[in-house]
């Protein structure tokens, strides 16, 4: 099992850039494939992106391509989402999470075993 801690939300207007980080601890971070996912009032969370365990692959969902970008750092055991031009129907709470199994990539919800708090993302227009 891995702990996982989100944070970076808040409160920004349209246009704006916020970035998260997720903090990992409880296992080798550098073995796991890590995923960013969000669920918005009333809507079922969804994908947002994915980065492979050695950074050197990436996946996005179409509504955030071209303005979000996954990044990790395996020292720090963090991974980061940085949002830019950042609309209002990006408000969600933000999830950060880890794959079942080392060495593995998905976009699926079902394949990601531990999961963060979330955290809470308000883009105002």
């Known amino acids: 099992q891995v702990q996982l801690v989100e944070s970076g939300g808040g409160l920004v207007q349209a246009g704006g850039s916020l970035r998260l980080s997720c903090a990992a601890s409880g296992r080798t971070f550098s073995s796991y494939a890590m995923g960013w996912f969000r669920q918005a009032p009333g809507k079922e969370r969804e994908f947002v992106s994915v980065i492979t365990w050695s950074g050197g692959w990436t996946s996005y969902a179409d509504s955030v391509k071209g303005r979000f970008t996954i990044s990790r750092d395996n020292a720090k055991n963090t991974v980061y989402l940085q949002m830019n031009s950042l609309k209002p129907e990006d408000t969600a709470v933000y999830y950060c999470?880890?794959?079942?199994?080392?060495?593995?990539?998905?976009?699926?919800?079902?394949?990601?075993?531990?999961w963060g708090q979330g955290t809470q993302v308000t883009v105002s227009s």
């Open positions: 999470a880890a794959p079942t199994v080392p060495y593995s990539y998905s976009e699926y919800q079902a394949d990601f075993g531990s």
